[in-house]
């Protein structure tokens, strides 16, 4: 069974920083991109940034300059981190995974719970 958890929301004034960490666990035998998503009340769901295996990134416009995903292959864990936070950053974020099992070549992706994140003075 593949888990991936979240940790790091919660509520900050603007101009704040935040670091959320997502941990895969489970039976997977590779993991290839990992990404950030968030959703705010009433909108779709809309990807934040992502990395590949090989550590490039992609950055949305919305959050260039602000936001630095990262990644421990080791551990498992991709980081997002996020400064200069604006009230429009207010939404639930969820991790994304893409992996690998002994099926290969097929490739699966997998979702966080999601952690809240608010921005508000």
């Known amino acids: 069974q593949v888990q991936l958890v979240e940790s790091g929301g919660g509520s900050v004034q603007p101009g704040g920083s935040l670091r959320l960490s997502c941990v895969a666990s489970?039976?997977?035998?590779?993991?290839?991109?990992m990404g950030w998503y968030r959703q705010a009340p009433g909108k779709q769901r809309e990807l934040v940034a992502n990395i590949t295996e090989d550590g490039s990134t992609n950055n949305v416009d919305s959050v260039k300059g602000r936001f630095t995903i990262s990644r421990d292959n080791a551990r498992h864990t991709v980081y997002l981190q996020m400064n200069s936070l604006k009230p429009e950053d207010t939404a639930v974020y969820y991790c994304?995974?893409?992996?690998?099992?002994?099926?290969?070549?097929?490739?699966?992706?997998?979702w966080g719970q999601g952690t809240q994140v608010t921005v508000s003075s």
């Open positions: 489970g039976s997977f035998v590779s993991i290839y991109a």
């Open positions: 994304n995974a893409r992996l690998g099992f002994s099926d290969y070549p097929r490739v699966y992706d997998y």
